[in-house]
């Protein structure tokens, strides 16, 4: 199932709004076992834990570049610009999909800032080729840039040694950064 980031954020808050009130109830009743306490509230960070971390994040790219992003819950099928049919299937937060549905070669690189210096990693890049899935590992889940955005020369890193961004472009856009 795919769901919009608006939609997945409100599941989320409201999963945990309910489960901290119902925590709340259940420890201001004071059942009578200290059991079904404990045990409501393991369920409900185990019910919180599933709904968090059990999806993935996923990017349409369709045949024009324009791209869409979603939240994925189990798995979904997708069409091809060249007429296949691809199975997806969600698998860890901290992993993403792109479903590159375009004639076009995509990279996905990333960008180490470090000291306000832009590094860019080249262990870091994942090619998707046409009419294609990709997942790949995103600690952030997140891709930054897009195609002709220009990336930025320098971010601020607060307290960290380095930030990574993602930026998703096109095989030939290699270099028009700098």
Not at 56 to 79: M, R, W
Not at 127 to 150: M, Q, R
């Amino acid at each position: 199932m795919l769901l919009s980031p608006t939609t997945f954020d409100i599941i989320r808050f409201g999963t945990g709004i309910i489960l901290f009130a119902g925590c709340f109830y259940l420890i201001k009743q004071r059942l009578e076992s200290k059991k079904k306490t404990v045990i409501s509230i393991i369920a409900g960070i185990i019910g919180f834990s599933a709904v968090q971390f059990t999806c993935s994040k996923i990017y349409l790219i369709d045949k024009d570049l324009v791209y869409e992003q979603f939240y994925l819950i189990g798995s979904t099928k997708q069409q091809l610009g060249n007429g296949k049919t691809i199975s997806v299937s969600s698998s860890r937060w901290d992993r993403a999909n792109i479903v590159n549905k375009s004639e076009f070669k995509l990279i996905l690189e990333e960008i180490i800032y470090t000291d306000n210096v832009n590094n860019v990693s080249a262990n870091g890049d994942y090619e998707i080729v046409p009419y294609s899935s990709l997942e790949v590992f995103l600690p952030t889940n997140e891709i930054t840039y897009f195609f002709e955005d220009n990336i930025p020369d320098a971010v601020e890193v607060r307290g960290e040694s380095s930030k990574k961004q993602y930026w998703l472009r096109l095989e030939s856009e290699a270099g028009n950064n700098e």
